[in-house]
């Protein structure tokens, strides 16, 4: 069965230190993977996505992620979190067919302390 | 361009009444769907369409009802409201073409729905 898994349902960092927010996929075929992120009260924006070539992908807002076949995982992360990088954030992965559809983890909340 | 719409933000309803929230988009884009957010359970797919006149069911589709007559609308409907249907719900866009679900979907900013 097709499915996203985020271990991790909240997280604390320090402003300033790293982040590592986990990822773990189940998917049949070759798998696009997304992560989406989601400020308080408001609908989501894509971070980054991977579906071919180099494993590392670059993001915005300072984000990347690592796609690692072996191990079915895409991990975000973040040299240095700003406080305003406080919101909760979504994997999803999705396939090479036209449907389109996009599975979604359960989602992680990320917390910032000053 | 506005991106993706949705309206009510807000809507109380009583178990049984009916309602259809609203979403377009002017992006001309193939296809659309509908999440449904609640905590812990991340985004869960309840209806989809890959183009006018084409719709299909996602993964909690029951009680949902969607229409697809135009590229820009796609809205989802509630036929009788239960309690369990209380929830976050967004709509989103994507160009689909032939790079499946490798496009970004665009998100609306979600309509906030509490059953009595």
């Known amino acids: 069965a097709q499915s996203v898994t985020q271990p991790d349902i909240h997280i604390t960092v320090s402003e300033g230190a790293s982040l590592e927010l986990r990822c773990n996929y189940s998917?049949?075929?070759?798998?696009?993977l997304f992560w989406y992120v989601q400020s308080p009260g408001q609908g989501l924006q894509l971070l980054l996505k991977?579906?071919?070539?180099?494993?590392l992908v670059q993001g915005i807002k300072g984000f990347e992620a690592e796609f690692k076949r072996s191990q079915s995982s895409f991990n975000l992360r973040k040299p240095s979190v700003h406080w305003s990088d406080a919101a909760e954030y979504f994997c999803?992965?999705?396939?090479?067919?036209?449907?389109?559809?996009?599975?979604f983890g359960q989602g992680t909340t990320l917390q910032v302390k000053p | 361009n506005a991106g993706v719409t949705q309206t009510p933000k807000f809507q109380v309803l009583k178990t049984g009444q009916s309602m259809t929230l609203q979403c377009a988009q002017d992006m001309n884009h193939e296809y659309m769907s509908w999440y449904r957010q609640d905590p812990g359970m991340g985004l869960r797919l309840i209806h989809y369409s890959v183009g006018a006149g084409i719709t299909d069911q996602g993964e909690v589709p029951n009680g949902y009802n969607v229409s697809r007559s135009t590229t820009e609308d796609f809205p989802l409907r509630l036929l009788s409201a239960a309690p369990s249907q209380t929830s976050v719900y967004f709509c989103?866009?994507?160009?689909?073409?032939?790079?499946?679900?490798?496009?970004?979907?665009?998100f609306g900013p979600g309509t906030r729905l509490t059953v009595l």
């Open positions: 991977y579906f071919s070539g180099d494993t």
């Open positions: 989103a866009s994507s160009y689909l073409k032939a790079s499946g679900s490798r496009n970004e979907q665009f």
């Open positions: 999803a992965v999705g396939g090479s067919s036209n449907t389109g559809k996009l599975i």
């Open positions: 998917y049949g075929a070759t798998p696009y």
